[in-house]
Nanobody, 127 residues
Framework: QVQLVESGGGLVQPGGSLRLSCAAS????????IGWFRQAPGKEREGVSY????????YYADSVKGRFTISRDNVRNTVYLQMNSLKPEDTAVYYC????????????????????WGQGTQVTVSS
């Protein structure tokens, strides 16, 4: 059974850091690209970051560039999202999603391009 499980969310003060993990089971991440998305209350789910499979090409939303870093560990079958300099507007439920295809800079953030989704982990940035 294909499953993605996010972890690492929590409450953090503005300026703080968190590292989210996306662990896969039922398939190997070697052949999948992974996207991180987030959804704040009352807002659409939006793409945050993406990492390809073969070349680990990475993309980021403008709102997180320079603060977030995506990486993958194929041995652990896990993708990470390191989030630094967090802001209150980063508060959201964060989801990871897997896709068998490679996407480019103008398509990676489209939700319909992903095959499997995790259940999400809450990130709250507040003082």
């Amino acid at each position: 059974q294909v499953q993605l499980v996010e972890s690492g969310g929590g409450l953090v003060q503005p300026g703080g850091s968190l590292r989210l993990s996306c662990a896969a089971s039922g398939f190997t991440l070697d052949y999948s690209a992974i996207g991180w998305f987030r959804q704040a209350p009352g807002k659409e789910r939006e793409g945050v970051s993406y990492i390809g499979n073969s070349d680990s090409r990475a993309y980021y939303a403008d709102s997180v560039k320079g603060r977030f870093t995506i990486s993958r560990d194929n041995v652990r079958n896990t993708v990470y999202l390191q989030m630094n300099s967090l802001k209150p507007e980063d508060t959201a439920v964060y989801y990871c999603a897997a896709t068998r295809l490679l996407w480019g800079p103008f398509t990676w953030y489209s939700r319909v391009n992903y095959d499997y989704w995790g259940q999400g982990t809450q990130v709250t940035v507040s003082s």
